[in-house]
């Protein structure tokens, strides 16, 4: 008897859960991969689940799908359209969407689970899936990891993945080396001292420490980076103060730093921290600031020679004009952390979601950014198929790549 996908994946789209809090989708998934023979462990890193097959001798390959959703407001009309709510993390009564196709992934993940169950007699090594919480806020692979993943499971040889995104459906893209930004999220805190707004000689003001801290910021990019290396900082939040006449004593700053290069990373973000150690000191400020690092996703560096590898799988499979190469994407993700926690290489596809005609239409007057909705849009509707078909397809062949 062999699981209705297009059902699990409707079922799952009108069941939305936020980061670290599928537990429903989590349980759907831990009921196919027990039927399906594989050994399930469950809450790794929260709601994080792993289904292991051990078939005998050979590689070990990771096949990973995250599951979370996002507080949007559905409004693609499509029959089987999200009307779901949750809380947030602050208690706040949310809609809930499936806008960024996490669904796919999941449902994607376990059709490939099962034909490789199913078709294991013609393969021989070891098959993990792993569904990740968490995505969307930058967490959970790296909750996993220090919830003991390593620990629990083989390590892999090779970490595969794919993300549904506005390519026409039935097309993959690959990228070898960097294929997306890193994405560093700070919050940082400014001590001043605070007192009355007419008396500024006796305080320490965190706001003017705040804006000369903005202002600074932005030269991190135009003097301390090379001009042919690509940095966002961008200070999204910039919070103090309570009354006009009243200095604060603290003044909250924002900050993502976007990059796609681990040493410009590790520059931008000192350069970062030297900026707001540097004009705290020089506003004589009582107490050092607090910076805090909240979100992180490492840049996604596909291994070159694996995703090579992979392309010719998949040009073998498909056909060459259904594999493309779209290129560096600025979006982020934090599935690398699966595969540097093993140190092992990573291949992370997109897999085109979009209807064929309306890209078509779109691409043709050259208005493909504003006609086709972008993940985490209201109006975000991968067609299911061939979507679907080809996403269990595109993890099957590359698992089948290395397990053979
Ligand atoms: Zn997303
Ligand atoms: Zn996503």
């Known amino acids: 008897m062999s699981i209705d996908l297009e059902a699990l994946y409707i079922d799952l789209h009108r069941h939305p859960e936020l980061s670290f809090q599928e537990h429903r989708t989590a349980a759907v998934v831990e009921e196919h991969l027990t039927t399906l023979g594989f050994e399930v462990q469950t809450g790794i890193g929260g709601t994080g689940l792993v289904g292991i097959l051990d078939n005998g001798e050979g590689p070990t390959v990771m096949l990973r799908a995250d599951m979370d959703a996002l507080p949007v407001a559905e409004q693609t009309g499509l029959p089987y359209a999200s009307t779901a709510t949750g809380k947030d993390p602050d208690g706040n009564t949310v809609p809930l969407m499936h806008a960024c196709g996490h669904d796919m992934h999941v449902t994607a993940l376990v059709g490939a689970a099962e034909t490789l169950a199913e078709s294991a007699d013609e393969w021989s090594g070891t098959l993990i899936v792993l569904f990740q919480p968490g995505e969307e806020r930058g967490g959970g692979a790296q909750q996993m990891v ?44 400014l001590h001043g001292v605070g007192g009355h707004g007419s008396r500024p000689e006796t305080t320490v003001d965190p706001v003017v420490m705040a804006a000369n801290v903005v202002q600074r910021l932005q030269q991190v990019v135009s003097r301390d980076i090379a001009a042919t290396d690509a940095v966002v900082v961008t200070v999204g939040q910039l919070h103090a103060g309570t009354k006009n006449n009243i200095i604060p004593s603290t003044a909250m700053l924002g900050l993502s730093v976007r990059t796609f290069d681990d040493h410009v990373r590790t520059k931008a973000l000192s350069s970062v921290e030297r900026v707001v150690q540097a004009e705290a000191a020089a506003s004589g400020a009582p107490q050092a600031p607090d910076v805090n690092y909240t979100e992180r996703y490492p840049v996604t560096f596909n291994h070159e020679e694996s995703t090579e590898r992979l392309r010719e799988a998949f040009t073998d499979a498909f056909g060459a004009h259904k594999v493309v190469d779209i290129g560096v994407i600025s979006g982020s993700e934090d599935v690398s952390n699966l595969s540097l926690a093993a140190g092992v290489p990573l291949v992370y596809w997109f897999l085109g979601g979009a209807d064929p005609a309306l890209f078509e239409e779109a691409a043709t007057h050259d208005r493909l950014p504003t006609d086709l909705p972008s993940n985490h849009s209201p109006f975000f509707a991968p067609v299911l198929q061939p979507t679907l078909t080809r996403g269990v397809e595109a993890l099957v062949t590359a698992a089948r790549e290395w397990l053979y």
């Not at 083989?154 to 960097?178: E, K, R, W």
Request: net charge negative; no cysteine; aromatic share 4%.
């Open 146 to 189: 220090d919830d003991g993943l390593y620990d629990l499971i083989p390590t892999p040889d090779i970490v595969l993945g794919q993300h549904v995104a506005p390519l026409p459906a039935g097309y993959l893209s690959l990228h070898a080396g960097v294929a997306m930004a890193g994405d560093d999220s700070l919050d940082i805190t």
